[in-house]
């Protein structure tokens, strides 16, 4: 069986040498005439242009510095009325009523799995919760009270930090 030797194979024709072509006159002219056409344009536009400055300098002339009015200057009512000024504020925090806020992490039906959760946060955190039942059913892991919401957050990410998750902050009373 012969081996058929593809490279050879192709280098066995031997291909004519491209064709040598002459100038284009053709294009060659019509590229000339086209950017002389188009230079002609323009030196016509450019005549034009310079003719209707010059009419439209003998209808405006030119105005000097001279012509022009003095800039009057800005008064600013402000700053004479702001030392005088002064403003009343209520504050309105002292006539709303108090609301605690509590931190719930958890509830279960078993006891020892609330007090599991309690003892976490009391290892991991450093933070002391309690263990309240509803109804002899449910056994909920509560922190607080909280005067306020800040301070309810800043214990909540203290739990977050130590990786207990899923405490949510309620406006309840005790």
């Known amino acids: ?12 024709k031997k291909q004519a040498p ?26 016509t536009l450019k005549d034009k242009s310079a003719e209707q400055v010059t009419v439209a300098q003998a209808k405006n002339p030119v105005k000097t510095e001279d ?6 200057e800005e008064e600013w009512e402000f700053i004479k009325s702001l030392p ?27 006891e020892s799995q609330a007090q599991e959760l309690k ?27 909280y005067e306020n919401k800040r301070l309810a957050e800043k214990d909540r990410h203290i739990l977050q930090r130590v990786k207990i998750n899923g405490c949510k902050i309620w406006n309840w009373n005790l």
Not at 121 to 136: C, D, K, W, Y
């Open 18 to 43: 491209p064709p040598k072509h002459s100038i284009p006159w053709l294009r060659l002219i019509t590229t000339l005439a086209l950017v002389g056409g188009f230079s002609f344009f323009l030196w």
């Open 84 to 110: 005088e000024f002064t403003v009343e504020i209520e504050n309105k925090q002292q006539d709303q009523p108090v609301i605690l806020r509590l931190m719930q992490c958890g509830s279960f039906r078993k």
């Open 119 to 145: 003892a976490q946060i009391a290892l991991r955190g450093g933070l002391e919760s309690q263990v309240r039942t509803q109804s002899g059913r449910w056994y909920r892991v509560i922190l607080g009270p």
């Open 67 to 72: 012509d022009l009015p003095d800039i009057p």
């Open 1 to 12: 069986m012969a081996q058929k030797d593809y490279v050879a194979r192709g280098r066995s």
